[in-house]
């Protein structure tokens, strides 16, 4: 079984940074998907960054160009650095984890909080 832990969220003023970290622990395997999803309250839940072990990376919209999926095969870690952020990116960001067995882990989220 795997855990994943998500940390690096925050409160930040808008124009700001942070770096989302993931890191998966546990049994040693295969990580082949490593995605990022957020959920605001009361609205739906949104893939924003997604990740192959082959280095195929695809973002939502709206954080093309500000956002960064990026990943260390070797530490079974993924990150995403958020640049130029705006109040709208305010919410939970979930780590989102298939391995080679292709089983879905899913981490406990990290809030991420953006003021005018």
């Known amino acids: 079984q795997l855990e994943v832990v998500e940390s690096g969220g925050g409160l930040v003023h808008a124009g700001g940074s942070l770096r989302l970290s993931c890191v998966v622990s546990g049994t040693i395997l295969t990580i082949y998907n490593m995605n990022w999803y957020r959920q605001a309250p009361g609205k739906q839940r949104e893939l924003v960054a997604s990740s192959t072990r082959g280095g195929d990376t695809n973002y939502e919209d709206s954080v093309k160009g500000r956002f960064t999926i990026s990943r260390d095969n070797a530490k079974n870690t993924v990150y995403l650095q958020m640049s130029s952020l705006k109040p709208d990116d305010t919410a939970i960001y979930s780590c989102?984890?298939?391995?080679?067995?292709?089983?879905?882990?899913w981490g406990q989220g990290t809030q991420v909080t953006v003021f005018s």
């Open positions: 989102y984890v298939t391995d080679f067995y292709r089983r879905e882990y």
